[in-house]
């Protein structure tokens, strides 16, 4: 999918750089393939590119809002309200999606009118503060024994603060910021976790990559 979307990306460009006086230097670039269609393609044809542009944003949309009320509702809420019933928590949830839904189309209307010049790349760096240190969380647990939770707090925090410090202060391209979340997290968890090892031990047979399950027959 990322090399469909990065191949229409570069057929786009080169058609623009041949073809500069069809675009305004001030566009955003998250604006230039609506426009091309629009422009471009015939009325039947960009009416469906544009019908599927909606449907996708729509579905991808609808199974996050889906997913992190769902995550609240069952990891957070019934955490705290133990006796709660099935039919309030689908209440919990209902609400949960609007009050998100809500929050959502604020932030798409606040990016539509700030300065920024593409939402990829700041999602980019969104996941290179958020994402990586989280995915260095789940590597460290698969791949060693001795990370505990004091550890992967400091990785956390040595991720996102050399992330931050890259953005506002390094002109760097947008695909470097996994990198930088990523590395410092997993140096970091791993060299507080070797400092300041473990009180008490625990049993993590089956779950890392030193002590997986032995295969049944046939598989």
């Known amino acids: 999918l990322n090399a469909c979307l990065f191949g229409l990306g570069t057929c786009l460009f080169v058609y623009y750089h041949y073809n500069a006086a069809d675009i305004s230097p001030a566009m955003k670039a998250d604006g230039i393939f609506p426009l091309f269609a629009a422009q471009k393609l015939p009325t039947g044809l960009a009416g469906v590119v544009v019908a599927a542009l909606m449907a996708a944003t729509m579905s991808t949309l609808s199974s996050a809002l889906n997913s992190v009320s769902n995550i609240a509702v069952e990891d957070y809420v019934r955490r705290f309200k133990q006796e709660l019933t099935d039919h309030q928590a689908l209440l919990w949830g209902k609400g949960l999606t609007v009050a998100l839904g809500v929050i959502g189309t604020g932030l798409s209307l606040w990016l539509a009118r700030s300065n920024a010049t593409s939402i990829w790349?700041?999602?980019?760096?969104?996941?290179?503060v958020v994402f990586s240190p989280m995915g260095s969380m789940f590597l460290l647990g698969v791949l060693t024994t001795r990370v505990h939770t004091g550890g992967i707090v400091a990785g956390f925090a040595a991720g996102i603060s050399?992330?931050?410090?890259?953005?506002?202060?390094l002109t760097l391209h947008p695909f470097f910021f996994g990198m930088l979340g990523l590395i410092p997290s997993v140096v970091v968890a791993y060299v507080v976790s070797l400092i300041f090892p473990r009180r008490t031990p625990r049993d993590l047979t089956g779950l890392t990559v030193f002590s997986l399950p032995p295969k049944a027959d046939g598989e």
């Open 162 to 169: 050399v992330t931050l410090y890259c953005k506002y202060n």
């Open 121 to 128: 790349d700041m999602i980019m760096v969104i996941m290179g």
